[in-house]
């Protein structure tokens, strides 16, 4: 859900694209290569690009075209070969060491520092001058230090599928080590196995358009790249055609799994996620008003998952809105502040004090996230930067929000995570997410948040995975700082039961829409939406017989919704023929207490009536 | 039918052994649902892994019918892997990513050798049947389902065998409010129509009372309080219990969101003299820190108890 997310995965593609005509290039070189790449035909010799040869001929006559297809085809049957014996022998030691541990692992790593402080490139001219030339050792050559990186990479994902759910799973079904070995562990290597070597191979072709060139490489008239840019080189001045279509060639290939290795490298931290301003500035008119969400849609490829969604926050009050993931509780949150993939198309309104978030571009957006506007997800560890310390998120959230005179940025990060009910926060700062509990990390996600001074805070399951105890600390906490902040708290929860708890108004969101909304207690005392009903009847009962059944909700439709009637008609049992047919509007069933149903609860409506 | 008798669990941790299971004593009967319910990292996985040979005790034993688990060998251990199988809390990471429900649920029947291929194919959809799970599902992956279903998928695969005991290591806390009712229901149908022994862990008591037929509460490695669900429900006697208790959310109750507890479970390395929980406890006197209380079986035989008030009160 990055803003980048689309932008990348373009980008990636984009990479990737020379390499694929690398790899076609040299598949089909026999195929459409116009002429043989060895044949001299010396009448033509050093003929400039024409229709005959399009990228001209060398001083043999030789056609430039054919002879860049078919090196194109020589350094990739050399890549594969490198890769081959590279991807074997590191797969063998990485997952070994991976996969068995102790000993075979300490050997295996040993073996793999060795082998990376080995400078390559010398490696490989040492053993083509001991034993010659020739593809196989050009192979060794290369092979001898290409292994360790996928060594690496199977180490890291055996050892992490080692200690995974899964791998317990197979153990406790009594799956031998053999079986979870091939049957598990290697094909889910493929992938980024493939991955990776699409990486390695601008490497390689670089080394032997090197080794070429030190007369190192495939011996000529073989075409070769390197070896076509020696060539080349007398003539500079005259026929400048010659050294170019290779020199691009290299470049292109080695550039652009530079790149890729790049964009698989960027780890998007999501603290990016929760949209830091990068940008200085106060935004005047924050007056304090309700926050206002209205008409709001967001739709993905055309398919609407939020529809017609409004809700509005006063400032010091708390608004629950409840419903099960995919309901659209969090995209009806996050939308209004960017947080949402490129890709989505959102529209309505979101005013806070004078400003409609929806009414300009991103920067309008920005420049409330983290400042007036907090967010708090479900997963606070993951979403920490796990390599600053405590403090160090602090202090750089404090700085993004501004305000604080430089050099006291600490000072006000103690501050907040006293706020935020962290103990010993002198001493808590210095500590890394990864050593604090989950209930701890919610705090510091928390403080985090209340940097900006926030009139609004967007909490998103913030203690879902949270034990009992936890939750209602936190829950506490966070009705606490409502109170004496007097910001307005949204909180997105799949569990009615901890909505009621802390939030004045529920809004019940099911299936893109709000389906129920009003004071929390009457929603959960006279609730009106066969669905909020549902929900409640859902909550395990302190009063139930022991040995009862819980009572459930029929399962979730996986059909398409049917435009024109009632997104919950398929599991309503209150579903009358209306129901199919026509959509029910939001309309008051109390002060303040609104709902979408057209069967009234106790009093029958009658058919057809003006309310729609 | 399973047994654990001081059973002591440690992993080294920042350079030294320390124990997270401390002594736990408890036994699972066949037909019975036992919950063992406690805050995270107070040990309950471990004891679940301990069961399924996933770790080794270093004191105690864990005895399946009168046989010490730990040392079986050959057949007997391919028995006990049919007789006892484990459902994890996140079917997301305990199912493969890339293979369909049908490979999912007949992979137990290929590593046992169990029946032909036909037999094998109707055996998967006799699984999904009893999951409530629609046919049609079979060649989906993990990712095609939702979380309700996926973790129906978990527990069929651990029914492939037609195992005897069952351990669900908080089965549902992974899933929507909704949803958890459906999935509970059906362990506790499973648990009733196959006469299975089931050890249901669960980290809040709000699941309890429909669910289990007794209940068994941990703190920091040791059980603190043990008894059947309902006496346990309407008249807990440790302090801990009746903070758990009290952290449910209830609707009927006036919605205050005060905590019950204050504080956090000090982890394993924090040395704690006397009652684990007298740092946290609202009930605490002198006696908490200076001595361990000892659990103490009564008044009737299947209620026991940890704690100094409890035990004053007895005496
Ligand atoms: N990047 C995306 N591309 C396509 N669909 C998405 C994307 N993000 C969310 N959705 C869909 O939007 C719906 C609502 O998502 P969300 O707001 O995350 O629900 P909730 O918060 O209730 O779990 C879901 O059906 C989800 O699959
Ligand atoms: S409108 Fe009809 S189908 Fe929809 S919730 Fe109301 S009764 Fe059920
Ligand atoms: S022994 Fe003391 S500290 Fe421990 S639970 Fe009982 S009263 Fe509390
Ligand atoms: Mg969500």
New interface residues.
Partial sequence: MTASGAGRRRRTVICALPLLGFVMAGALAPVIAPYDPIANDLMASLARPSVEHLLGTDQLGRDQLSRLLYGAQASLILAAAVLAVSVTVGVVIGAAGGFLGGWPDRVALWLMDVTLTLPSLIVALAILGVRGHGSANLVLALSLTGWPPFARLARGRFVSLRR???F?????????RF?ILFQ?AL??LAAPVLVYASIEIGFIVLSLAFLSFLGLGIPPPEPEWGQMLIDARPYLDSALWLALPPGLAIAAVVLASNLLAEQFATDDLPLVRLGLPRRRARMNGSTAGPYRVEELAVAFAGRKVVDGIGYRVAPGRALAIVG??GSGKTLSTLAPLGLVDATAQVSGRAVLGQVDLLGGGPAIREAVRGRRVGVVLQDARGALNPVRTVGALLDDAVRHAGGVPRGLERARSLELLTMAGL?EPESQVYAYPHSL????CQRVMIALALAGEPEILIADEPTSAL???????I??L??DLRESTGMGLILIS?????A???ADDIAVCYAGRIVENGP??DV?SRPDHPYTR???D????????????????P??EPARRKVGACAFAPRCARAAKRCHVEEPPLEPVAPGHTSACWVRPTVARPIGDEGA | MLELTAVRVAFPIAGRLVPVVRDVDLSVRPGELLALVG???CGKSTIA?TV???ERPIAGTVSLDGADVHALRGDAL?AY??A???V???PF????P?QTVARALA??LH??RIGSWAARRRRVAELLELVELDPGLAGRRPREL???QRQRV?IA?ALA?RPRLLICDEPVTAL???????V??LI?DLVDRLGLGCLFIA?????V??L?DRVAVMYRGRIVESAP??RL?DAARHPYTQ??LA??????AD???????R??MPGPLASIDGCAFNPRCPQAFDRCEAERPQMIVGPCPDESVACHRQNQELA
Avoid: K
């Fill in positions: 995974s759910a899964y317990d799973a197979l153990q406790v079904l009594g799956a031998s079986r598990h094909p889910a099960e993931s103990p509990s989950g209930g701890m034990d009992v105890t936890t939750q209602a600390q829950h506490a966070l009705a799949h569990d009615i039961a901890a009621a708890r802390i929390a207690a959960v549902g929900l409640l859902a909550v395990p009962s302190p009063m139930a017989v022991p040995g009862t059944r819980f009572r459930t909700l399962p979730a | 805050e995270s990292g892994r399924v040979r996933l391919r892997r049919q006892v199988q484990m994890f809390q996140d990471q305990s199912l493969s890339r992979e137990p590593i046992h939702s979380g309700g978990a695969r065998v929507d409010a909704p949803v958890q009712a459906t509970l229901n506790r980290h809040d008591l709000a699941v009372r429909q289990a669900t309902l429900m903070a758990l952290a449910v959310p209830r609707l009927d919605p205050s969101p005060a905590p019950t507890l504080g956090e």
